[in-house]
């Protein structure tokens, strides 16, 4: 059945799906390659694990859609950037946390429920709030990048109070390793994303369908991967709270860190996304965190009620395409 249909699609398009594949594969992998260099590198310098958690592997499940993101903005897409970190967002609040939660039950900290889900609610309603002229200027940007540096001060404050330990291994390379990884990785992310989005972007004209759709859909669920083969495998070992606050640390940093880098860079006006867009993104975290604040856990039938709702949300898009 497959096989017929791709008969039916036209050369060029075949060979911008398999960008698309190619671009995805190699920015996910340069973005692992890349985390294990600096882990590898700040461990060597005696940093401590928490702050290597909360920063450069934080930033590293975060790459994917701050590489795609940028390369978007300044090859003039600036609906791709958006759409991307927006549909990061949805997929990351309901269906990553929907899927692992069906999976297995998760139980969420106190401290990420009452400290971390209001950040991640606010910064919903500040990229909401600021693009209601439909466009990111370096203001606008300035202000979440100020605000995503206050949050990471808050938390390292918090980690730092806190006994929390690292579980993961040391990473056991040499310098001259690291920085090779580092460096790799690095290149993999440019050239994957400079891929992605150009075979993205040709495949939307081909189709007829709006920059700001084809990254609310395929630029962001590609790019959500790390998050959500962390958050599935990491519910399925019992350990809820680390994908719980994967995805809401995902969330806080796609807005405010990519967002607020991408747009001091290169100011973007907003067209595609729309009001809805925005408010299934605000309306998710707000949902996920009612969920949460009760009984400090996710059920499987809230999990489900999350799913249903982000492929209804998914179906709209494709009927109004």
Known sequence: ?????????????????????????????????MTDGAVALAQRM???QIVIGLTIVAMGTSAPELFVSFVSALKGTPDLAIGNVVGSNIFN??????VAAM??????????????????????????????????????????????IGFMIY????????????????KDYGVLKSVC?????LACLIGGSNLFVEAASRVAVELGVSDAVVGLTVVAGGTSLPELATSVVAARKGRSAIAIGNVI?????????????????????????TIVDLSVMLGSIVLLW???????????????VLTILFLAYMTWLVVNA
């Open 93 to 98: 609040t309901m269906l990553i946390v929907g």
């Open 181 to 185: 990884f580092i460096a790799l990785g």
């Open 155 to 170: 938390t390292l404050r918090v980690a730092k109070e806190g006994d929390q330990a690292d579980d993961d291994e040391p």
């Open 249 to 273: 640390g995902s969330n806080v940093f796609n807005v405010l860190m990519i967002l607020g880098i991408t747009g001091i860079v290169c100011p973007m006006q907003m067209q595609g996304i």
């Open 103 to 148: 999976v297995a039950p998760m139980a969420i900290l106190k401290s990420t429920v009452k400290k971390d889900m209001p950040f991640a609610v606010l910064a919903s309603v500040m990229l909401a709030m600021l693009t209601l002229d439909h466009d990111i200027s370096r203001v606008d940007a300035a202000i979440l990048f100020v605000l995503f």
């Open 290 to 304: 009612f969920f949460t604040y009760t009984k400090f856990k996710v059920e499987r039938w809230e999990g489900a």
């Open 46 to 48: 005696n940093v401590p």
């Open 1 to 33: 059945m497959f096989g017929d249909f791709f008969v039916f699609l036209p050369p060029i398009m075949l060979l911008n799906i398999v960008f698309i594949i190619v671009g995805v594969i190699l920015v996910l992998w340069g973005a692992d390659r």
